[in-house]
């Protein structure tokens, strides 16, 4: 009898332990981040450039470099880039190899490629000597290409944060090597080429508010940041910022999160600003120089721009941007790039796919979308991560 009922025992140990293993397996199966322990995601999008023989090689002390542009007839460019950028080698491809483009910037400039992450040392125009790396931090570079123009006596004349397709680069290079400086803004610049234009808007997505545009109403509730499109008519990015990447489902799920108001940067259509003031969308737009269309300023819930995307982005950037700062991760996480490459690590570790160049599925999981919860939930900590 005892043998009998330690039998028994073992045989009801035996099946609670199974049913036990097979639910553990079932889960398994059905979760991602789970699965994530035996298949990390993969990540596509990435693209190495070589660059053209073309660009000037340098000892990296700018000042004799714009000593030497300037004699020469020519001015100094800066282009900041890093290994695996699919937008600077959209830069290089498109842009530099345009036959008016690179016409332009060859009998123009001196060009002088700056590696973001690199360890050259680089002598400024003031003296103080950095490293590539550090000199990107210290000019706030969050992305890449980001291209500095400088004039003759070493000053920034203008600054271009992100890829600007070939018919908005060619105006930014027309503007410097012309010296419009001296007549006006980049911003005034591209207002008066396009003075005409009044943007009409078919149809509008249902998460932009209506005027009146009282964009200080929110500040001192936590709980809604706010997101500003500046655009203009005629606006071939503009569309493709509405049709491509703002029709991916994950990007409505982040954008749906924000108040979002959609803004004409010539029109006089009231506007009260975050910080309170009584301006026009035309007005406002050349106070905050917006040199570009469309471009999104993203606020945080106290009404403090955080960051803007001023340049061509596709799906994985801009939903990126929006969750910077939805979660709040600008506060611990200064630098926008470490932010974006440790949300992409982290992602992939959790067994997602990462495609930063996909319009469609820029975060899928088996070929299939995911929710922003589930996302958040891998993606934590990303704004504490350190350097």
Not at 127 to 151: C, I, Y
Not at 160 to 169: E, N, S, V
Not at 181 to 192: D, P, Q, T, V
Not at 197 to 205: A, D, F, I, P, Q
Request: proline share 5%; charged share 20%.
């Amino acid at each position: 009898m005892k043998t009998s009922r330690y039998l028994n025992v073992m045989t009801a140990s035996s099946r609670l332990n199974a049913v036990v293993f097979l639910a553990l397996a079932f889960l398994l199966l059905i979760s991602p981040i789970s699965a994530s322990e035996t298949r990390p995601g993969e990540f596509d999008g990435a693209i190495e450039t070589p660059h053209p023989s073309w660009f000037k090689e340098s000892f990296l002390d700018f000042r004799e470099d714009i000593a030497e542009a300037s004699a020469e007839g020519r001015r100094l460019l800066l282009y900041f880039w890093q290994r695996g950028c699919p937008y600077c080698n959209q830069l290089v491809t498109d842009n530099l190899a345009h036959p008016d483009i690179a016409q332009t910037v060859r009998a123009h400039f001196d060009l002088i490629a700056i590696n973001m992450w690199g360890d050259r040392e680089v002598v400024r125009v003031d003296g103080q000597t950095f490293s590539e790396k550090t000199l990107a931090a210290a000019l706030r570079v969050q992305f890449t290409p980001t291209l500095l123009f400088f004039d003759e006596s070493g000053r920034i004349v203008l600054r271009l944060d992100g890829y600007h397709p070939p018919a908005d680069f060619l105006k930014a290079m027309d503007y410097v090597y012309l010296q419009r400086e001296n007549e006006g803004s980049f911003h005034n610049y591209l207002m008066n080429d396009r003075r005409d234009e009044t943007l009409v808007k078919s149809e509008v997505e249902e998460w932009f508010m209506q005027p009146p545009y009282r964009l200080n109403r929110h500040i001192g509730n936590v709980s809604r940041p706010l997101a500003v499109f500046f655009e203009r008519a005629a606006c071939s990015q503009c569309d493709i910022l509405h049709h491509q990447v703002m029709r991916e489902p994950l990007t409505h799920q982040w954008v749906k999160r924000f108040d979002n108001v959609l803004l004409d940067a010539a029109a006089q259509t009231p506007v009260i600003t975050p910080s309170s003031a009584t301006t026009t969308a035309a007005r406002w737009a050349k106070e905050l120089d917006i040199n570009y269309f469309p471009t999104v300023v993203l606020f945080d819930p106290d009404g403090t721009e955080i960051v803007r995307a001023a340049a061509a982005f596709r799906t994985f950037h801009m939903q990126s941007l929006f969750d910077y700062v939805l979660t709040g991760a600008y506060r611990t996480q200064p630098s926008l790039q470490r932010y974006l490459s440790t949300r992409g690590e982290q992602l992939r570790e959790a067994g997602y796919d990462v495609n930063i160049w996909s319009y469609d599925l820029p975060i899928s999981f088996d070929g299939q979308s995911v929710s922003l919860e589930r996302i958040q939930a891998v993606t934590g900590g990303v704004a504490a991560a350190g350097d």
